[in-house]
């Protein structure tokens, strides 16, 4: 049976998997408990997940998908960076030499043909902005209304400039796999940040930071990922790559992350991975036809 | 026996002639207060006053600063922060100062009006050199201009001397609404309407007028504060009268030292600070302006804050600073500190682009 789609992740790819894979049984990965994290991350931080590419089985049957081949970054992995710009890093990547990955090298040589490739790449980075350890601050977003008042207004070129710094890994990993494959390209973007951070059991890495500083306002954590994910959609689109948004269902009015759809601080939980299923069978579809 | 007899040796030419230093001179004597190294000083004024917040901090004096620069603007962006208490730019007049405090006070609405420059960034046309980057869009104009106002309210609050520099008697107004420009629309950004602009030569009774409401409206918000005056010794670019710009100056300079001399005498917590009489008067015997004879030197600015420190902040007049030099000025004062200061200055100066000639394209 041929591969519905090839999955390249790092942490956002765990909802996806849970919410209609049996990966974890394929893999049968154990882990020590980190308190630290929800059961959906027991396995992210050792080497359980490994470094190989794997094949799970889509267990839902309502949904067009059948099987699919993943390959799950964990951070106990040690892959490291797929894409490393040579030379200072450039905030736009354009005309700069890359050094790729030599894992990353393989698995998408391995991968060339025409299933596509969607990736579930980075995508937490704007989270560290939902900190409240800097001064007080806004900036004004397009998409997002309102300006706190009695605070500083940052222009957003400062804004984009720290958002191209994310955007890099994603963008230049994509640019590669363009370069070196004809396969179709899909990218998932992550979920908003989550309404009610403070009722998060799970505080992840930053448990920390959260009890010194709390959570800037809501208002503002929507800013930086919507910037993000704008930024991220003009660059993939001059590569041909197609995107998925966070399912209209899973976010609230204001575009945060409902709380039944968040695990933990940053990340969508295995419903929230059912419904971008579902839109990526239906991209997929509409694909083929 | 007459009255002179018993009066100290600085209320004599001759002596003050002969004396080696302007400290000697002490050019500030007569002086109603001094301050101490805890104070917060915030200052405003036009282009002579950014060197006051410099001078202050290099020699360890307390500046306050309302509106600081945020961590997410890069330090080498031209963001305009820290030339002044809060980023209003430079202020040239009363009227100017007092509709800015007016409106941060909430005494008026706020004043609203913008411009795209001709490299699209958006300024503001009541500090339109103020932010030089500019601002993206006019919401972002809007929204900065009503966290400045924020910014010089608290200013007014937190701070314990409040130093403003004079600049000018001349100004152009908007007619329609009715408030002040700091330079005339159409030479930074904007385009200027003989319909809605009008020139402003404000008199003597104007400028006294808007002092006096200065003071009332800083001691409403802050009581304990005091407020020191002085004068720019910065000539005028140009002028709009149909009169030499030399004579304006001095028409000028005259009427805004005369209006200072007028209130200072009436509120026991304002005072003067004679930086135009050392800058401009014989005893500096011309050394102080530099090549164009309108800025002022590196070393006259030194000399103005050596007599301001040693009247005012004695406790920390003697405290080491590499820029600073201690006594006299030399009279020949190293020509590559005076270019960069006049190009500072001329950089920072919105007169400037008044004149053609030295507009910065």
Redesign the interface.
């Given at each position: 049976m041929s591969h519905s789609f090839y999955l390249i992740a790092h942490s956002h790819g765990v909802s996806l998997l849970d919410g209609v894979t049996n990966w974890r049984d394929r893999l049968r990965v154990r882990s020590n408990r980190d308190q630290r994290y929800g059961d959906s991350f027991q396995v992210w931080f050792d080497q359980a997940i490994g470094t190989e590419p794997f094949e799970a089985d889509v267990v839902i049957s309502s949904l067009p998908l059948k099987k699919l081949g993943a390959w799950v970054i964990s951070r106990g992995s040690g892959i490291g960076r797929l894409v490393g710009v040579r030379g200072k890093e450039a905030a736009q990547c354009e005309g700069t030499s890359f050094r790729i990955n030599k894992k990353y090298s393989e698995v998408l040589a391995s991968w060339k043909g025409s299933t596509p490739i969607v990736s579930m790449l980075a995508g937490n980075q704007h989270s560290r902005m939902m900190i409240n350890s800097?001064?007080a601050?806004?900036f004004?977003d397009p998409e997002v209304p309102g300006?706190e008042?009695?605070?500083?207004?940052?222009?957003?070129?400062?804004?984009d400039e720290?958002v191209a710094r994310w955007t890099n890994p994603v963008y230049t990993a994509l640019l590669v796999a363009s370069q070196v494959t004809e396969n179709p390209l899909v990218h998932v973007l992550p979920p908003p940040p989550r309404e009610n951070p403070q009722a998060s059991t799970h505080l992840e890495a930053m448990r920390e930071l959260v009890y010194q500083h709390g959570f800037v306002p809501d208002n503002l954590r929507v800013k930086w990922y919507r910037r993000y994910c704008r930024q991220l959609a003009v660059r993939l689109a001059g590569i041909r790559c197609k995107l998925v948004h966070p399912p209209a269902e899973a976010c609230s009015p204001a575009g945060l992350l409902k709380e039944e759809y968040a695990d933990g601080l940053t990340h969508g939980n295995a419903r929230y991975g059912m419904l971008v299923a579902r839109q990526l069978a239906s991209l997929m579809a509409q694909g083929s036809r | 026996m007459n009255p002179y007899d018993r009066l100290p040796r600085q209320n004599f030419w001759k002596a003050s002639a002969q004396s080696s230093s302007e400290i000697e001179v002490d050019f500030d004597c007569g002086r109603k207060f001094g301050f101490s190294g805890s104070d917060s000083f915030a200052t405003a004024g036009s282009c002579f006053a950014q060197h006051f917040a410099r001078q202050m901090t290099a020699r360890g004096g307390k500046v306050l600063i309302a509106?600081?620069r945020?961590?997410?603007?890069?330090q080498e962006?031209e963001h305009g922060y820290e030339l002044f208490s809060a980023r209003y730019g430079n202020i040239y007049t009363v009227q100017q100062l007092l509709e800015l405090l007016e409106q941060a006070v909430g005494g008026r609405g706020p004043i609203h009006e913008y411009a795209v420059r001709t490299d699209g960034r958006w300024v503001d046309m009541l500090r339109p050199r103020a932010v030089p980057?500019g601002?993206?869009?006019i919401?972002?104009a809007r929204?900065?201009r009503?966290?400045h106002l924020?910014a010089v309210a608290e200013m007014l609050r937190d701070m314990d001397v409040f130093v403003f520099t004079l600049g000018l008697t001349e100004a152009w107004t908007n007619g329609r609404h009715g408030y002040c420009y700091p330079v005339v629309p159409g030479a930074i950004a904007g385009d200027f309407s003989a319909e809605d602009h009008r020139f402003v030569n404000y008199s003597f009774g104007d400028v006294t007028r808007g002092l006096r409401n200065v003071i009332d409206l800083v001691s409403r918000a802050n009581p304990a504060a005091r407020i020191l005056f002085t004068v720019s010794p910065v000539g005028l670019v140009a002028t709009a009268e149909p009169r030499n710009v030399m004579v304006s100056t001095s028409a000028s300079k005259s009427i805004l030292r005369a209006a200072i001399d007028e209130v200072v005498r009436q509120y026991e917590a304002v005072d003067y600070f004679p930086s135009y009489e050392i800058i401009t008067g014989p005893y500096g015997r011309g050394r102080y302006w530099a090549e164009g004879l309108r800025d002022v030197t590196g070393a006259g600015v030194e000399t103005v804050m050596d007599v301001f420190f040693h009247s005012r902040l004695h406790d920390l007049s003697q405290r080491p600073c590499g820029s600073v030099s201690a006594g006299a000025p030399a009279a020949d004062p190293a020509m590559a500190d005076i270019g960069k200061l006049a190009a500072a200055l001329n950089d920072e100066c919105d007169e400037m682009f008044l004149d053609p000639a030295l507009r910065v394209k």
């Open positions: 800097l001064p601050y806004d004004l300006i008042k009695g605070v500083p207004i940052v222009d957003a070129r400062f804004v720290i | 509106e600081k945020h961590p997410l603007v890069p962006s980057m601002f993206p869009d919401e972002h929204a900065d009503q966290f924020h």
